[in-house]
Nanobody, 117 residues
């Protein structure tokens, strides 16, 4: 089974930065596209950034230019560097592999990001 463990969230002021990390266990990590998702209170969980096995990236418009997704295949980790954070970025952030239009594995616990002054 694949296990996903997210970390790095916290409380940050608007305009600040955070770096999230996800450790992926139990998979042939290097062959999968990976992504970061977020779920704000009262809203659905949405994919916001993705990175392929060839390290091509894609982002939703709302985070384009502010967030950067990366991966380390040796460590089996996926990271999300978040800069210029806004209150609307507040959410629980999860990692997973996009597949079938949704996700490939069971969700981990996620990590809370709160942007507030």
């Amino acid at each position: 089974q694949v296990q996903l463990v997210e970390s790095g969230g916290g409380l940050v002021q608007p305009g600040g930065s955070l770096r999230l990390s996800c450790v992926v266990s139990g998979s042939i990590f290097r062959i999968y596209t990976m992504g970061w998702y977020r779920q704000a209170p009262g809203k659905q969980r949405d994919l916001v950034a993705a990175i392929t096995s060839g390290e091509s990236t894609n982002y939703v418009d709302s985070v384009k230019g502010r967030f950067t997704i990366s991966r380390d295949n040796a460590k089996k980790t996926v990271s999300l560097q978040m800069n210029s954070l806004k209150p609307e970025d507040t959410a629980v952030y999860y990692c997973n592999s996009p597949a079938g239009g949704s996700h490939l594995w069971n969700w981990g616990q996620g990590t809370q990001v709160t942007v507030s002054s």
